[in-house]
């Protein structure tokens, strides 16, 4: 049981390049997060879903696409990287809502955009 | 605006030295408030939960404690092992697509050192 899996863990992109960040869980969980997480600030969600092929958006999803199409799996995409989306990235799943089922991390990817 | 204070920002123990670490917040109807550990590189590990003023909840050498302003966690003889930044989030609200969908607030976190 592997729990939550992110790929890549390190990343370093050039201004204006594209990348998808995968998010893989084995717990069968419904609800799947993403967040990013910056020195001096909480971790913020960018967009989540509440099941397959259901995605929303979260605080702060400009810049961001993602994608639900398997239960077990959430991408996150950047379309045109930009320096201020530099950050640690990390994709949280539950089995259900807040506050009963609490969220399961995934160890994060480090993203520098240059 | 929701909102999670977390204080201090870092602290150092020697070990053995009990402390408490101080989450305050201030959100619309509390439903939840969380605590979480995180070591350098990883993601934040879940610890507790706790629901309404009163209730505390214990894991080894922690111990957290919940009033309506304020969440402490409370560290007794602590080893260096419990070393990470302790992290605290509230349940909040966010509207769009699922009408009151409920996401976490987190705070800053607090660095906790605890040397041998």
């Known amino acids: 049981n592997a729990g939550v899996t992110q790929t890549p863990k390190f990343r370093v992109l050039k201004t204006g390049q594209s990348m998808t960040l995968l998010c893989a869980q084995d717990?069968?969980?419904?609800?799947m997060y993403w967040y990013r997480q910056d020195p001096g600030m909480g971790l913020r969600l960018i967009h989540y879903s509440v099941g397959e092929g259901t995605t929303a958006k979260g605080e702060v999803p400009d810049g961001y696409n993602v994608s639900r199409l398997k239960k077990q799996n959430f991408l996150l995409g950047l379309e045109s990287a930009a320096p201020s989306q530099t950050s640690v990235y990390f994709c949280?799943?539950?089995?259900?809502?807040?506050?009963?089922?609490?969220?399961?991390f995934g160890p994060g990817t480090r993203l520098t955009v240059t | 605006e929701d909102q999670v204070t977390q204080s201090p920002e870092a602290l150092r123990l020697q070990e053995g030295e009990s402390s408490s670490l101080n989450c305050s917040y201030t959100v619309s109807g509390l439903r939840g408030l969380f605590w979480y550990r995180q070591d350098p590189g990883k993601g934040p590990e879940f610890l507790f939960t706790l629901y309404s003023a009163g209730e505390e909840k214990e894991k080894e050498r922690l111990k957290a404690t919940l009033t309506k302003k304020e969440s402490f966690l409370h560290i007794t003889a602590p080893k260096p092992e419990d070393s990470a930044t302790y992290l605290c989030a509230v349940q909040a609200s966010i509207w769009g697509m699922n009408t009151g969908f409920q996401k976490l607030v987190f705070g800053t976190g607090t660095r906790l050192l605890v040397s041998p």
């Open positions: 717990m069968n969980h419904e609800y």
């Open positions: 949280a799943s539950s089995y259900a809502g807040l506050p009963t089922y609490e969220q399961y």
